[in-house]
């Protein structure tokens, strides 16, 4: 036998020694369980944005910072927010006054003034009234007066009979107050400009934002000074209740993984699992996606299950992170 072949043949021997213990490791291998399969954390962020636009004047928060719900985060400028909230404030007490006014009746000085004048009419009335008299009994003498000197006094008893009944309608129109439907149009703007302060007051609010609810700051996305559009996120809080782990289950294993299961998820550098919940079962199947990297399960049909966790647990898990999960206590 040469020794080319001898060699050959003792490393052959080799090989079929070691492969046994290699299929053995494998099947021993953490990966190779059974009852457990790969995920990653996942975390839903809270996105901290003002409705309306403006320079950023404050940043009360900075990366890696955690806050309670009601904590104030950021605030924008908010001068022309200001200068609209007074001017509404003006309109409201004008729009107010209209109203006090249009219930009200005249004044007392113009009651009275209106009295004086019928006074002066009911006397021009009682003159013009005995000059009617007097000119009637003129004219049964012959030669004592004309017939248009008649008429003119009882065209001036008209007139003035006219001009009392005038004064006195105004009088009675004035001590009744606005007629109802300019109360009704006063009203009706007193409201309007109510409207107008309650939306003037709410646009000052929203140029600062506090924390929706507790949790941590991820990121900041704009500096003190920046100009910041309407609706444009300034902040993004990671919630413990908004931190989950997703698995994605085998076809042949899912039937047993029930919503409500317990899930105990192991972590690097954590020696006891996490325990968590089942809150959602996909109810489609799909590929293994690229993010877990599985020999055994590439290629195969899987369902993704999404598990959660009380917020004392979630605070130590962090989005992107691998981990294993094993459903079932």
């Not at 492969?19 to 369980?33: D, E, F, H, N, W």
């Not at 009704?184 to 409201?191: E, G, I, M, T, V």
Request: proline fraction near 6%; glycine fraction near 6%; include cysteine.
């Amino acid at each position: 036998m040469s020794g080319t072949t001898h060699r050959w043949c003792k490393e052959l021997l080799t090989v079929c020694r070691v492969l046994p213990l290699l299929v053995l490791a494998a099947s021993c291998s953490p990966s190779a369980s059974p009852d457990k399969v790969q995920g990653y954390v996942e975390g839903e962020f809270v996105y901290v944005s003002s409705p309306l636009s403006g320079t950023l004047k404050e940043l009360q928060v900075q990366r890696g910072d955690r806050v309670g719900a009601g904590d104030p985060l950021f605030s924008l400028d908010d001068t022309p927010e200001k200068a609209a909230l007074e001017e509404a404030l003006g309109r409201l007490a004008q729009a107010r006054a209209n109203l006090e006014d249009a219930r009200k009746g005249k004044r007392p000085s113009e009651i009275e003034s209106l009295e004086a004048q019928i006074g002066q009419a009911r006397a021009a009335l009682a003159l013009s009234e005995k000059e009617l008299a007097r000119q009637e009994k003129l004219m049964r003498i012959p030669g004592a007066t004309t017939e248009q000197d008649l008429d003119r006094a009882r065209a001036a008893r008209d007139q003035d009979a006219r001009r009392t009944a005038q004064l006195e309608a105004d009088l009675k129109t004035a001590r009744l107050g606005t007629r109802t439907d300019l109360v009704l149009a006063a009203q009706a703007a007193q409201q309007a400009q109510e409207a107008v302060l309650a939306r003037a007051q709410w646009d000052l609010s929203q140029k600062a934002q506090s924390a929706p609810d507790s949790g941590l700051v991820f990121d900041t996305l704009y500096r003190v000074g920046e100009w910041v559009a309407a609706g444009r996120p300034i902040v993004s809080l990671l919630p413990p209740q908004n931190i989950k782990v997703r698995a994605f289950v085998p076809e042949t294993k899912i039937g047993a993984v029930r919503l409500g299961d317990p899930v105990r998820v192991g972590v690097d550098g954590i020696k006891e699992p996490l325990i968590g919940r089942v809150s959602f079962i996909s109810p489609r199947a799909e590929f293994t996606p690229p993010v877990i990297y599985s020999l055994e399960s590439r290629g195969k049909l899987v369902f993704m299950v999404e598990a959660v966790f009380d917020p004392q647990t979630a605070v130590k898990l962090h989005p992107g992170q691998p981990v294993d999960v094993r459903f079932g206590s």
